[in-house]
């Protein structure tokens, strides 16, 4: 039983199939269906036959599909293939890899024919097939804190809803078994950071604003990459995963340090939005003009 969703792919009612979907209230069952940006289309449906049952399982499977950008050097792969990672949607993300080697996707593929991609990919990918089986999941933007001692570096994961212990579980798509930290299927508190934790914290006072930022960079680092990220998970939150290079609304203006109380005023009614995670509201504040998402970032 599917329906097509507004992007014309296919999305499943499982709310008659399932006892657990039956089960769940309308703020979760809302992440068990696929947003604009994470719907399959028709014919890769066959591709994901053969995905296994758990979460976590699911997530090592898109961690088999990606390549991080930053990685790729020793691959001398063709300078074409590196646009790859401007791809926003799971479907064209597929088509790529599918192009490079049409093995179903619970297949890992070789590091040079996986598509390349950043930790935005490794955690979208997850959440569009952990929602293709009926689990509610989200992409999270914001910072790990356990790639360098006291340090916040950008970051994204992914998370799913535990049914059975009743909470969302935080999964390191991207590093499950490297060592990184001891359980990146199942982070402890703290150890990331949504861009609204973090904002936060630092509006609190209890995180350094500018030990925050994205790694290999000199210039992206402070409380601006903190006010960027907190706008792209409310995006995430609102279904809508976009690059980590994105910007819309007064973004720009806030990394070039040309924004004031009052825009951090609004980042603190969305920290708190998002903390609270209720759809309903979180989509209401996404159409602020200076938050709303624009449609042709969407295609």
Request: with cysteine; glycine share 10%.
């Amino acid at each position: 039983m599917s329906r097509r969703n507004a992007t014309g792919r296919v999305a499943f009612s499982y709310r008659a199939q399932n006892p657990m979907i039956r089960t769940m209230t309308d703020d979760v069952l809302y992440y068990s269906l696929p947003g604009p940006l994470t719907g399959l289309d028709p014919a890769q449906l066959r591709l994901a036959e053969g995905l296994p049952d758990d979460p976590v399982g699911i997530c090592a499977v898109a961690q088999g599909l990606v390549i991080h950008i930053a990685n790729v050097g020793p691959l001398n792969l063709p300078e074409d293939r590196l646009a790859e990672k401007d791809i926003r949607p799971v479907s064209a993300l597929i088509t790529a890899l599918t192009t490079l080697d049409p093995s179903p996707l619970h297949q890992a593929r070789p590091p040079e024919r996986r598509v390349v991609g950043t930790c935005r990919d490794f955690a979208t990918l997850a959440c569009a097939l952990l929602r293709l089986r009926g689990i509610p999941a989200r992409a999270r933007c914001g910072f790990g804190m356990y790639f360098e001692e006291g340090y916040g570096l950008d970051h994204w994961i992914t998370e799913y809803r535990h049914d059975g212990e009743d909470r969302w579980v935080r999964v390191d798509t991207e590093h499950l078994g490297r060592g990184f930290v001891a359980r990146p299927d199942d982070l402890a508190e703290g150890e990331f950071l949504t861009g609204g934790e973090a904002w936060t914290r630092y509006r609190q006072g209890h995180i350094d604003g500018h030990r925050f930022g994205v790694p290999r960079t000199d210039h992206a680092w402070g409380p601006s990459e903190i006010r960027g990220n907190a706008v792209r998970d409310l995006a995430a939150l609102c279904k809508k995963e976009m690059l980590p290079w994105d910007e819309w609304g007064r973004m720009a203006d806030a990394y070039a340090g040309r924004t004031g109380p009052d825009y951090d005023v609004l980042l603190d009614a969305l920290a708190d939005t998002c903390a609270a995670a209720r759809p309903p509201a979180l989509s209401g504040l996404s159409n602020h003009p200076d938050l709303a998402v624009p449609a042709h970032l969407l295609d």
